[in-house]
T-cell receptor, first 111, second 113 residues
């Protein structure tokens, strides 16, 4: 248990669906991250939030829409995804410039 | 640019030592990390080393850092079948006020009984 909780753990969605991934931490960290892990590719940073402000968008397609309402919660809203978006989506949090702790991830399958 | 590279696969016998190697490019990294990922699970922080250290030992784990060559290694002594997992090396790349972690591709460690 890392203190970073992601829900759901598994998600299957159609290409026309809209769904959201949720991440929650109560570690007092000010930075939160979304990463994507696809088969046979390095872990890819998608978004970074620092004190609720987005500080990094790593050229992510607009069908992925992050939301950070407060420093403890991070969402990733999904709509009109493609099968190649199927992956493990990992959330992480860290204090400023410090050690990152990861959630268990959401295994997303787009059909 | 920011880049972290690892070999993709390592196979060892139970009881042997495993050494997983990593090279990185950003010499200003303050921390370097090793994460472990078991099947179906998220990343677990295994250990880390400050950039002003050469070595860190934590039970069966030994981390060696060669700053001149930008080379990091993780040694697992007396490797067990439960150590079978993917191991990721990562460095922090400072981007404004937030450091972002840059990961290698991961090394799959297979431990044979």
């Amino acid at each position: 248990e890392t203190g970073v909780t992601q829900t759901p753990r598994h998600l299957v969605m159609g290409m026309t669906n809209k769904k959201s991934l949720k991440c929650e931490q109560h570690l007092g960290h000010n930075a939160m991250y979304w990463y994507k892990q696809s088969a046979k590719k390095p872990l890819e940073l998608m978004f970074v939030y620092n004190f609720k402000e987005q500080t990094e968008n790593n050229s992510v397609p607009s069908r992925f829409s992050p939301e950070c309402p407060n420093s403890s919660h991070l969402f990733l809203h999904l709509h009109t995804l493609q099968p190649e978006d199927s992956a493990l989506y990992l959330c992480a949090s860290s204090p400023e410039g410090g050690l990152a702790f990861f959630g268990q991830g959401t295994r997303l399958t787009v059909v | 640019g920011e880049d972290v590279e690892q070999s993709l696969f390592l196979s060892v016998r139970e009881g042997d030592s495993s050494v997983i190697n990593c090279t990185y490019t950003d010499s200003s990294s303050t921390y370097l990390y090793w994460y472990k990922q078991e099947p179906g699970a998220g990343l677990q922080l295994l250990t880390y080393i400050f950039s002003n250290m050469d070595m860190k030992q934590d039970q069966r784990l030994t981390v060696l850092l060669n700053k001149k060559d930008k080379h990091l290694s993780l040694r697992i002594a007396d490797t067990q079948t439960g150590d079978s997992a993917i191991y990721f090396c990562a460095e922090i790349f400072d981007s404004g006020n937030t450091g972002k972690l840059i990961f290698g591709q991961g090394t799959t460690l297979q431990v044979k009984p």
